[in-house]
Nanobody, 124 residues
Framework: QVQLVESGGGLVQPGGSLTLSCAAS????????MGWFRQAPGKDREFVAA????????LYEDSVKGRFTISRDNAKSTGYLQMNSLKPEDTAVYYC?????????????????WGQGTQVTVSS
């Protein structure tokens, strides 16, 4: 079993930046792609970004392209989501997730492991 713990959320003004971290522990987190999802109040959970096990492939939801960067450090079993130029509509609980496959995947049903979520609020 793999445990994922997110950190780095908080309150930030529009145009500001935050970096979320996702630390994996437990069973070796090898050959797992990693993804970030978010859920705003009253809305369904949506895909934000994903990165392959080797870090050579990434995918982003259109509204975050050019503003968010996903990365990972497998030596530290940690993933990251750098968020720049934040907007009020980015406000949500952000979840990291681990897939059973090493390649980039989008659908939440393909992710087997989930963190507890971290709140990101963008407001002046």
């Amino acid at each position: 079993q793999v445990q994922l713990v997110e950190s780095g959320g908080g309150l930030v003004q529009p145009g500001g930046s935050l970096t979320l971290s996702c630390a994996a522990s437990g069973r070796a987190f090898t050959n797992h792609a990693m993804g970030w999802f978010r859920q705003a109040p009253g809305k369904d959970r949506e895909f934000v970004a994903a990165i392959s096990w080797g870090g050579d492939n990434t995918l982003y939801e259109d509204s975050v392209k050019g503003r968010f960067t996903i990365s990972r450090d497998n030596a530290k079993s940690t993933g990251y989501l750098q968020m720049n130029s934040l907007k009020p509509e980015d406000t949500a609980v952000y979840y990291c997730a681990g897939a059973h496959v090493p390649w980039v995947v989008v659908g939440s049903s393909t992710y087997a492991y989930w963190g507890q979520g971290t709140q990101v609020t963008v407001s002046s």
